[in-house]
C-alpha cells in the first residue's frame, strides 16, 4: 500500500490536490516567493541594530550646575554596533492660523558620536570574567550649558516634549537602524544616576 501511495504522488498522471500543488508551476513560484520573502525580513530583521534607550532621564548637580544624562544599550548578544550617533532635540507645538506646527531646536550634547559599542555580555562570559565598566552601555550627557528643566516646565502645558534619536550600524551587516525615544513630560526627569549594567532604574548617590 506504501508503494502505491509513492506512486500516486510521483506520477504527474494521476491528479491529487497534492500532484497539483507541486505541478503547477505558479502556484509553486508564488509559494517559494513568499517564504524567500518571509526568511529576507527575518534576516533584516536579526541583523538590524538592537538598540535601548532609557525612558527616564537622570539629573545630578555638579560644579552648581544641573547634568541631564540618557542611558542607551547594545541589546544585542551577537553583534557590535558601530558608528553611533546622537540627537536629541526640543520639540514645541506652535498655533499657526490653519492649525499647529512643530517647532524643532537641537539640544548641544557633551558628545553626539561613538565609534564602537561593545555586544553584551551573556551569562556565562559574565561567570567567568567580571564586566565591570558595562561596555554595552553608554551615557549621553547633555550640555551643562542647557538646563533641561528649566527650559521644559514653562512649555510643558503646551505640550513640548524631547526626543532622543540613536543612529547606529550593525559591525556585521552594516545595517542602520534609527532608534527614539520620546519624553512627553519633565515628570520623566529623576534625580540620581543609572545602576551599572542593563538596568534602566537610577537610584540616588545619598
Not at 520573502?37 to 532621564?57: C, E, T, Y
Not at 547633555?142 to 532622543?164: I, M, Q
Amino acid at each position: 500500500m506504501k508503494n502505491i501511495t509513492n506512486f500516486i504522488l510521483l506520477d504527474p498522471q494521476i491528479k491529487t490536490p497534492i500532484t497539483d500543488f507541486f505541478y503547477n508551476s505558479y502556484i509553486v513560484e508564488i509559494f517559494g516567493g513568499v517564504v524567500l520573502s518571509i526568511m529576507g525580513l527575518f534576516l533584516i530583521w536579526f541583523l538590524r541594530p538592537k538598540v535601548k534607550i532609557a525612558p527616564q532621564i537622570a539629573k545630578t548637580e555638579k560644579d552648581g550646575k544641573s547634568i541631564y544624562t540618557i542611558k542607551v544599550i547594545n541589546k544585542s548578544y551577537l553583534f557590535q554596533l558601530v558608528d553611533i550617533k546622537f540627537e536629541l532635540t526640543m520639540l514645541q507645538p506652535r498655533s499657526t492660523p490653519k492649525g499647529m506646527n512643530i517647532a524643532i531646536k537641537t539640544i548641544e550634547l557633551k558628545s553626539d558620536h561613538l565609534w564602537f559599542l561593545s555586544r553584551r555580555k551573556g551569562y556565562i562570559s559574565r561567570l567567568l570574567k567580571d564586566d565591570n565598566y558595562a561596555s554595552y552601555a553608554i551615557i549621553v550627557t547633555v550640555s551643562s550649558e542647557f538646563d533641561l528643566l528649566e527650559e521644559w516646565k514653562p512649555k510643558a502645558e503646551n505640550g513640548t516634549y524631547f526626543d532622543l534619536k540613536v543612529i547606529a550600524k550593525n559591525n556585521f551587516s552594516g545595517i542602520t537602524s534609527i532608534n527614539h525615544e520620546k519624553f512627553n513630560h519633565f515628570s520623566c526627569v529623576k534625580n540620581g544616576e543609572y545602576c551599572h549594567g542593563n538596568s534602566m532604574t537610577i537610584e540616588s548617590n545619598s
